[in-house]
């Protein structure tokens, strides 16, 4: 299976600032690497499929990159709807596979 | 729009059975394969089972092989997820969730509410 590894783990940041999360896949993907925002009790929402493709309804200021084995998520100005949980999720083969999360606190 | 109603969690003891539905609405259900995400309490997503559309393929993790069996009734646009030989570690809340592909497992775009499953004595 492949492994998946988002880092860092959390960060802690403040409304207006830029983050990037990163996604490491254990062996090639490809382009089929997929973000997701989970919020407390809520089920995940997809963001960005394709390594960049916006989903509709989603902000641009969510942008994804990469391809192969390195993938990042970036929010260029962090807003309060922001904080939450972002999973990476591989689809390249099965079984597809998650990362282990990325939490966004306010700093 | 897309609805996935998930239900039938609950709390049950160890080696018991539980079996969970996943109804679905706003979408054309057998062009789609079907998936159960769970997870952990304080943990993260961990897919555990697909099915193809027209349901003649069913993909596992190897953490339920042969505990858990996934099947879906096309006609009632209900996905099912039985689960037998429970075990702690199972304890997750259960997310039914809509595949962008037909025959294989891909990403998931649409998620349910999601159902909680406890495994405790």
């Known amino acids: 299976d492949i492994q998946m590894t988002q880092s860092p783990s959390s960060l802690s940041a403040s409304v207006g600032d830029g983050v990037t999360i990163t996604c490491r896949a254990s062996q090639s993907v490809r382009s089929y690497l997929n973000w997701y925002q989970q919020k407390p009790g809520k089920a995940p929402k997809l963001l960005i499929s394709a390594a960049s493709r916006l989903q509709r309804g989603v902000p641009s200021r969510f942008i994804g990159s990469g391809y192969g084995t390195d993938f990042t998520l970036t929010i260029s100005s962090l807003q309060p709807e922001d904080f939450a949980t972002y999973y990476c999720?591989?689809?390249?083969?099965?079984?597809?596979?998650f990362g282990q999360g990325t939490k966004v606190e306010v700093k | 729009e897309v609805q996935l109603l998930d239900s039938g969690g609950g709390l049950v003891q160890p080696g018991g059975s539980l079996r969970l539905s996943c109804a679905a609405s706003?979408?054309?259900?057998?062009?789609?394969?079907m998936n159960w995400v769970r997870q952990a309490p304080g943990k993260g997503l961990e897919w555990v089972s697909g099915i193809s559309g027209s349901g003649d393929a069913a993909f596992y993790a190897d953490a339920v092989k042969g505990r858990f069996t996934i099947s879906r009734d096309n006609s009632k646009n209900t996905l099912y997820l039985q689960m037998n030989s429970l075990r702690a570690e199972d304890t997750a809340v259960y997310y039914c969730?809509?595949?962008?592909?037909?025959?294989?497992?891909?990403?998931?775009?649409?998620w349910g509410q999601g159902t909680l499953v406890t495994v405790s004595s």
């Open positions: 969730a809509k595949d962008i592909y037909s025959g294989r497992v891909g990403y998931f775009d649409d």
């Open positions: 706003g979408f054309p259900f057998t062009s789609y394969t």
């Open positions: 999720l591989h689809s390249h083969t099965s079984p597809s596979t």
